[in-house]
């Protein structure tokens, strides 16, 4: 496995744990280790999308063909994190308790650049490269049925058994 794919792999394993940990809040599991698991794991999380960020984003600037199917994955757990991130805020603050925050603005603001910053680069690769031939996209069109039927006898049509 590429290191690239390795990890995104990591960035998804992290994004899974965050979530996990982030579904305890308010249930009758919350409290004080929880919300320390769900720091620990949103810091996880948060350094392995900055590590997977520092080795992709160049490789999406130099053009390669091949990160971009792996920037397309990474675009996905990134937008997924952030929306977990998002869901957690809420979460803290609808139940609060006394500890400080797991998640901070500060964060879900860096993560929302990060975002940004690879859409918009992934944008600009597609946009950049060669058009396929439209020949191989075009859509053959289904051949329609003659329409016989009329909304009055749409019931005699159906085939149902009470045996």
């Known amino acids: 496995m590429s290191s690239v794919l390795q990890l995104v792999h990591e960035c998804n394993v ?6 996990v940990a982030t579904q305890g809040i308010g249930t009758a599991q919350d409290g004080a280790s929880l919300r320390r698991e769900v720091e620990t794991a949103g810091r996880a999380c948060q350094k392995a999308v900055e590590a997977a960020n520092n080795v992709v984003l160049p490789q999406l600037r130099a053009d390669e063909a091949e990160i971009a199917r792996h920037g ?3 675009i996905g757990c990134v937008g997924a994190y952030l929306i977990e991130m998002k869901r957690c805020v809420k979460l803290e603050k609808t139940f609060p308790a006394p500890t400080e925050p797991s998640v901070t603005r500060q964060q879900v603001e ?5 975002l940004d910053t690879l859409e918009n680069l992934i944008t600009v690769h597609y946009s950049t ?3 396929p031939c439209l020949d191989k996209l075009q859509v053959t069109p289904r051949r329609r049925r ?7 006898c749409v019931c005699s049509k159906l085939k149902t058994s009470y045996a």
Do not use: G, H, K, Y
Request: charged letters at 20%.
């Open 14 to 19: 992290q994004l899974a744990l965050f979530r």
């Open 72 to 74: 397309s994955l990474f």
């Open 129 to 131: 490269n060669e058009q």
């Open 110 to 114: 860096r993560v929302e650049s990060i």
């Open 146 to 152: 003659a329409t016989s039927c009329r909304p009055q």
